[in-house]
């Protein structure tokens, strides 16, 4: 059979029964729409943290208490939870050689409120070199100050985000200069506005409001430990030496000779964009996995149809191979119109996944991000799912005996 002649037989026979063929590449569509989807999904978180994580700057070094992984261990042992740290230490990274600054810090996610509004948000004690060490920028007023935290002061400073959630989505940072918070209870007066960045989670910049460290520990903590350290080195090309000689200094701080019995841990801006690489694209991975179960439905479906259209179309069959049609030509026949099901299923399906995640770009949830590998894989899965569910039905109509199949009711 001519090419052309394979085309015009396969189009009758879908075009046939139209509603029968859309409800069997049903399975195909969502399929492939939901793994393009995810995918891109996937793909626009990664770089939504990664540009996060940058945007503080390529030589942040981060030290957080609790015990550093070890082997055969899945997660740290009080990471991030354990009160190992204090001032003392930030004294004793001061003087490292390529170290620009370092700020110690107290955080927790707390309820604030302001004239009626209120947001939960990430509050965070700093000292005044976090703007030095986390490349933040004062839009209007000014930072925590060392006074501030000399003195125990009651102020705070907003992000933009944080801004329009307690005083209105109109809300500009001039409107916020002065005013007056409350954080747990205790008053707070609004003496800077922070610059946007950017940012999504509970560490996005623009929605954090910062104390001062003194004021945090004395009013929310109520110890003298920090939730950790922050350190900037002086350039990138000396971070890697820099956290070394940082976790050398916490552990003569800390009276500790042996670095695998070290009750905190460090890493680098590398180490963090790997780590949040590294979970998204598990995620992405475990969604786009989930999705798949329907190309493999997908696929039974359209077995299911092709022995039905082979059922159905017996004496059919069974003419053409007595007027000289070779089972070669009758497996070709059965398996082309698989494929088809599957090629055309993939293209509604590769539109209707771009379609949703151009809808989640434009409606500013994230920046979704479709890839042409995503594309071509997913035409490729599509047309290998026709090859694979519509060969045993290609073969069972090749091999219908032409009189028997003459003589079928």
């Known amino acids: 059979m001519k090419t052309k002649d394979i085309l015009e037989e396969t189009f009758m026979a879908l075009s046939s029964n139209k509603v029968r063929s859309g409800l069997t590449m049903l399975g195909i569509i969502i399929g492939i729409a939901s793994v393009i989807a995810m995918t891109a999904i996937g793909t626009g978180a990664q ?17 957080s208490p609790g015990a550093p992984r070890g082997v055969g261990q899945q997660v740290n042992q009080g990471r991030g ?78 992000g933009p985000t944080v801004v329009t959630d307690l005083f209105g989505a109109s809300a500009v940072a001039t409107d916020a200069m002065g005013q007056s ?45 920090v939730t950790s350290i922050s ?26 000779s042996n670095p695998t019995l ?12 790997a780590t949040a690489s590294s979970v998204t694209g598990t995620f992405t991975m475990l969604l786009s996995a989930i999705a798949g179960i329907s190309l ?29 049609a070779k089972r070669r030509d009758v497996n070709i026949q059965f398996l082309v119109e698989a494929v088809m099901l599957t090629f055309i299923g993939g293209v509604i399906g590769v539109m209707l996944g771009w379609g949703v995640s151009f809808g989640i770009t434009q409606l500013g949830i994230l920046q979704a991000q ?15 799912i026709g090859i694979v569910f519509g060969y045993y039905p290609a073969q069972r109509a090749s091999k219908l005996n032409p009189i028997e199949a003459l003589r079928y009711e």
């Open 47 to 63: 770089n939504s943290i990664s540009a996060s994580i940058q945007s503080i700057g390529s030589n942040l070094i981060i030290v």
């Open 181 to 225: 918070i409350k954080i747990k209870g205790n008053q707070f007066k609004i003496v800077g506005v922070t610059v946007a960045k950017g940012g999504t989670g509970f560490q996005n910049p623009d929605d954090m409001i910062y104390i001062p460290l003194s004021t945090a520990q004395r009013y929310f903590s109520g110890d003298q430990y």
């Open 81 to 158: 939870t354990a009160k190992t740290l204090t001032l003392s230490d930030v004294t004793s990274i001061k003087n490292i050689s390529g170290v620009k600054a370092v700020t110690a810090e107290v955080s927790s996610r707390m309820q604030v409120t302001a004239k009626g509004t209120n947001t939960n948000t990430t509050v965070d004690g700093v000292t005044s070199d976090y703007p030095t060490v986390r490349n933040l920028t004062i839009d209007q007023g000014n930072f925590i100050t060392d006074q501030n935290n000399t003195g125990g002061a009651k102020v705070a400073v907003v």
């Open 231 to 256: 350190v900037a080195a002086t350039d990138s090309n000396v971070t890697s030496q820099v956290q070394a000689d940082v976790t050398t200094a916490i552990l003569t701080n800390h009276h500790i």
């Open 370 to 384: 479709v890839s042409l590998s995503s594309v071509l894989l997913a035409f490729g899965v599509s047309a290998f």
């Open 262 to 273: 070290a009750d905190f841990n460090t890493m680098n801006q590398a180490d963090i964009i």
């Open 296 to 324: 493999v439905v997908g696929g039974i479906g359209i077995m299911n149809m092709m022995l039905t259209s082979v059922t159905e179309r017996t004496r059919e069959i069974g003419l053409r191979k007595a007027i000289g």
